[in-house]
């Protein structure tokens, strides 16, 4: 069994900064690929960032440059550092993984607030 613990979120002024962490609680094993989605208000769900567990990562274009992600295999647990932070960034900000079995994002957390308002 395995679950994503997500933290970090909160209000940010315009150009601020957070940093969200993703903790794996149980068989860590048991995931590969780590990555990070948002879902702003009355929008789909997008991708945001990856990163295997060899430390592979790769960046959604809009956030490239003012986002990056980092993982920590020691302490089972991903990071998605925010800087720059506009008002479009605001969303829930959700951490997923793949199965070391499937290959399939199977593994989601609950997801943390992030707002960006003056």
């Known amino acids: 069994q395995v679950q994503l613990v997500e933290s970090g979120g909160g209000l940010v002024q315009p150009g601020g900064s957070l940093r969200l962490s993703c903790a794996v609680r149980?068989?860590?094993?048991?995931?590969?690929?780590m990555a990070w989605y948002r879902q702003a208000p009355r929008k789909e769900r997008e991708w945001v960032a990856l990163?295997?567990?060899?430390?592979?990562?790769n960046m959604e274009d809009s956030v490239e440059g003012r986002f990056s992600i980092s993982r920590d295999n020691a302490k089972n647990t991903a990071y998605l550092q925010l800087n720059g932070l506009r008002r479009k960034d605001t969303a829930v900000y959700y951490c997923?993984?793949?199965?070391?079995?499937?290959?399939?994002?199977?593994?989601w957390g609950q997801g943390t607030q992030v707002t960006v308002s003056s």
């Open positions: 997923a993984a793949t199965s070391s079995r499937t290959g399939l994002y199977d593994y």
């Open positions: 149980g068989d860590a094993n048991a995931i590969n690929t």
């Open positions: 990163i295997t567990r060899s430390g592979y990562s």
